[in-house]
């Protein structure tokens, strides 16, 4: 399944910079590249082989980056129904064991950015797209069923 194309314009904010930053980055680990490929022997050097491995990472986020930004749809406006959970929304929920949680519905690309965000592919969060406070939801997950009750959606 093909990760969601959907991102809050603090999150595209937040992978522009990432890009700029890694390119940033590059510059640095070129300039670093080229001062161990002049030591002489490539082979038995530490620093060239770290920065060669360091290089490729780099690249490949970059070449992520510059085919994923691209193809995001910004979503920055509050939907017209805020009674009910939809993307950007700030849901807190009762799981079964009495605790009290809560979590941001946004896209894939943005769930590293605080740790309250899942991804709207989840499981949890299609269970509560579209769902009101005091709906309960139930997902299967590995170690069996959760269930959920949702006592409050912000946006």
Known sequence: MAASPYITAQGMFLLNQELSERWQRRRQVVQALAAAAAEGDRSENAEYIYRKKEL??????????????????????????????????????????????????VGPDEIDHAPENISIDSPLARALLKKQVDDEVTIRVQDGDHCYLILAIDY
Do not use: S
């Not at 085919?67 to 929304?89: G, S």
């Not at 700030?90 to 979590?103: F, N």
């Open 56 to 105: 490729r990472e780099i690249d490949r986020r970059i070449r992520y980056l510059q085919k994923r930004i691209p193809d995001l749809r910004v979503i920055d406006r509050i939907p017209d129904d805020q009674h009910a959970v939809f993307f950007a929304a700030y849901v807190t929920l009762l799981k079964d064991d009495e605790q009290e949680v809560r979590y941001r519905l």
